[in-house]
């Protein structure tokens, strides 16, 4: 995020609540720990764009907030991150505008953190993984809501047995039939190498549905699972990248894990198809899981 | 994979022998060649022979098309009460008009007491991109909750009847299929028919106009897509395609003793020549996977004696011509073994075994001609060659 202001710029606007850290910051957004009362909070920050600088961002940003927070209060899966006790409010420091709310502190590591720490999980966990992920995505298609951004970023792995995940972030989720929010539409957001193919269509938000966070929270479990992402490689630019979601087929996930139940292994293949209608639907994924 | 009979002119007794020897699985009734009256009394005989057999029924509505066109043949379809031609605007602007005829097309199948119920649709002509499209989804989506309203128990099939030209273009064909697969109300499963160009019951012709990659490959890519998000399909005069249907994870696969109910068009609802001979007697080899004339039987079998199925209706054709049932019953056989010797379920281990038994066709017929037989060798050639590269671009579209 562009502007961060230093912490001490921070406790001295928001003198009501305790800052402790800072967290992580990227695009718009920057997260901050905070206690309030007896509470550790994630403070999350969101820099709005000065209308001469960005006219879209300025439009588009706290459009985005609102429809993030509306969208977590009415969510109840426990496998999504919840709201804290700051109500979104919009702040100057420094000149420069936030709108700033905050959401439940949760302590744990990323799924990418253990990807990176080389860390093999078992089939149970995966397993787990694909089940909380299924069971987010499925809570978001009642709501009409598309996560779009479901990667191993945006999954926190807890240390508490019924909540072993947790999935963040609905910054830029997409509610199908609203008015849309972003006001270019050639503009495709989301993160890469976890895009679903049909993204790329011309045309894409008519026909966007559901199908391509199980495309998403598929990549995730094959990259958790194999340490290899499914898709893109490293630094290959954004074009092949496309291109590689649009034609190639990744390697089958037993090639990586011939440990793993065979049915498990294909789930993640099928929901990785191309095109979402070759994608098993929610009856069929629960089904399979049942049987595993 | 089951096999019903697709039900047409001059039945006979064709389809009550096929449920009394356990050929066919089901049948699919035509109302062109029904009145209401006659309708429940075939229903009854049918059931008389076995209880549990399928019993479905086609409402044709797609050819109210051709209702007032002057050389139109309908047969009995105007007696139906649902058989009422429906102004395009009517169909495209509100639901209304679309939910009337569901409800008078459930409501005949309900009176005949049918095992399923099949929800009317229109014909789409030539493209998924079109206003028949968007008219054919309308019918799709409302389609359950009509039925639902009515208190509908049995299953419901939608029709999707589309002209064969829609399936060439990949792209819209795919973006239909996404489409059919998300709805909010989905049916039980679909019912397809894929129209070739004019024919009449006595061509043999017909069969080659849909005989391109796209479109058998794209049919059976329908066909998967509905098993993989929990819906069936039933295939209409789907013949000799029906164990690629079948393999590719379709439900149903249907037949009749005439060429026209062998292939769907819509130019059987149009009057054609009057006059002419009456088809050759076929014999349906399953070595060969097709359809011979008994002089072809004859001459083949002498020198290749695998080309006869080995199956009772076989006897039939010994020491004198069969009869039209007989025909119709050989048929029914040869394709319910066929179809049950190459799905084991497993979609990668079936494909392999029909390109096998492709392979094994053309090593036949290369074998005839080997032997002087070389009549029509490359047309036949052709026509496996197209089976070959249906299913590769099958496996390809389907990410198989």
Known sequence: MEHVPSIDLIRRALPDIEIVDFIDSGGFKAVFKVIVGERREALKMIYIPKDEEDPEGHAEVPQRIKLEIDSLARCSSQYLVKLGSIPPREIEISGYKYILYSEEFLEGRTIKNRIRELYRPTFSECKLLLTCLIDVVCELKDLNLIHRDIKPTNVMELNIPERPYAVLDLGIAFKIGSTAITINPDLRLGTLPYMAPEIFEPGFRETLNHRSDLYSAAVTVYEYSSGVHPVARRREDHNTTVYRILNNRPTPLSEFRPDFPRQFCTLIDRLMHKMPALRPNIATISRTMEGL | ?400
């Open chain 2, 1 to 400: 994979m089951l096999l019903y009979a697709q039900h047409g002119y001059a039945p006979g007794d064709k389809m009550l022998r096929a449920v009394q020897e356990r050929f066919i699985n089901g049948v699919i009734l035509s109302p062109r060649y029904l009145s209401p009256e006659t309708a429940n009394r075939i229903i009854e005989d049918l059931r008389g022979i076995r209880m549990d057999l399928d019993v479905l029924f086609d409402p044709e509505f797609y050819a109210t098309i051709k209702i007032g066109t002057p050389n139109a043949h309908l047969g009995s379809l105007e007696q139906w009460p649902y058989f009422r031609l429906r102004r395009r605007n009517d169909l495209l602007v509100g639901t209304s008009a679309i939910d009337d005829t569901l409800r008078l097309a459930y409501q005949a199948q309900k009176d005949l007491d049918c095992s399923a119920i099949i929800a009317p649709n229109i014909y789409i002509s030539g493209s998924f991109d079109s206003i028949e499209s968007a008219i054919a989804i309308s019918f799709i989506t409302r389609a359950k909750s009509v039925a639902e309203g009515m208190g509908i128990r049995e299953p419901l099939y939608v029709t999707l009847a589309i002209c064969k030209d829609a399936l060439i273009n990949r792209h819209e064909c795919i973006n239909f299929i996404n489409i059919l697969t998300s709805l909010d109300t989905p049916p039980d499963g679909i019912y397809t028919l894929i129209g070739a160009g004019p024919t009449d019951a006595r061509s043999g012709a017909t069969r080659s106009e849909i005989l391109i990659p796209e479109v058998l490959g794209g049919w059976m890519l329908l066909n998967h897509a509905m098993f993989i998000n929990g819906l069936r399909t039933m295939n209409g005069c789907s013949d000799i395609f029906s164990p690629l249907l079948g393999i590719a994870q379709g439900t149903v696969g249907a037949t009749g003793w005439w060429s026209n109910l062998q292939v769907f068009s819509m130019g059987k609802y149009i009057k054609g020549q009057q006059g002419g001979q009456q088809p050759l007697i076929r014999y349906l080899s399953k070595r060969l996977m097709n359809r011979i004339t008994l002089h072809e039987r004859e001459a083949f079998s002498e020198i290749l004696p695998a080309i006869m199925n080995g199956l009772s209706t076989d006897s039939f054709y010994i020491g004198q011509e069969p009869t039209r049932t007989e025909e119709a019953l050989q048929g029914w056989q040869a394709l319910s073994t066929l179809t049950n010797d190459l799905i084991s379920g497993d979609i990668n281990e079936d494909l392999a075994r029909l390109e096998a038994q492709i392979m094994r066709a053309k090593e036949a017929y290369t074998e005839l001609q080997s032997h002087g037989l070389s009549q029509k060798y490359e047309s036949n050639i052709e026509y496996l060659a197209i089976l070959e590269r249906s299913i590769n671009y099958f496996r390809e579209v389907a990410e198989i």
